[in-house]
């Protein structure tokens, strides 16, 4: 059994999140945190002591223009949100990483494919997914369509290149279909 630790907004800043977190630890033999990898050293500390505890980050790209809508530019920020990442890596930790595919990442997405790669292919999996239109911010959906279309069209020498790291190829045939 898995059990997942979510919330609407940073999971890891409710105040009860370390005690949930020792609670849900003891009680299943698998626990997902699903976060944006923000969290300063001290929840780091205890997420690296949860065993049986596996990270899902959810981070759009290795670079800093690729996280903006997550970071607003904030290089600090970003740079944690690395760092968070790479010591699960280290911790040998399985990782997933959602990546919303957007106008500021779909570019580079497969640069970001190879600085995961480098990072720790054998404990990271990488999910990306591509953002929809919604009415906060149509505009994001909007122009990220001709980069869909051109990943579209590399779905299988990406899949070739990184399979490793990704899901299961039929995976990327429904991200081409989209």
């Known amino acids: 059994a898995v059990v997942k630790l979510s919330g609407y907004g940073e999971i890891t800043l409710w105040k009860d999140f370390p005690q949930a977190l020792e609670f849900l630890s003891r009680s299943f033999p698998v626990v997902q945190l699903i976060s944006n ?10 997420i ?7 990270p899902n980050f959810t981070i759009d790209g290795h670079l800093n223009s690729m996280n903006h809508y997550r970071t607003r530019g904030d ?15 280290n911790a040998g930790r399985p990782v997933e990483v959602n990546c919303v595919l957007h106008d500021r990442n779909i570019d580079g997405f497969t640069d970001y494919c190879e600085f995961l ?14 953002v929809k239109p919604f009415a906060l911010a149509s505009d994001v959906g909007s122009t990220v369509r001709h980069g869909i279309e051109s990943l579209s069209g590399q779905i299988d020498s990406i899949w070739d290149a990184y399979g490793s790291i990704l899901p299961p190829r039929s995976y990327g045939s429904r991200l081409r279909r989209f």
């Open 75 to 89: 290089s600090a920020l970003h740079q944690r949100m690395l760092h968070n990442l790479t010591e699960c890596v």
């Open 117 to 130: 790669m480098k990072l720790g292919e054998k404990n990271i999996m990488l999910l990306p997914f591509p």
């Open 37 to 46: 990898a923000t969290f300063g050293d001290e929840i780091l500390r205890l």
């Open 48 to 54: 690296l002591s949860a065993r049986n505890l596996s």
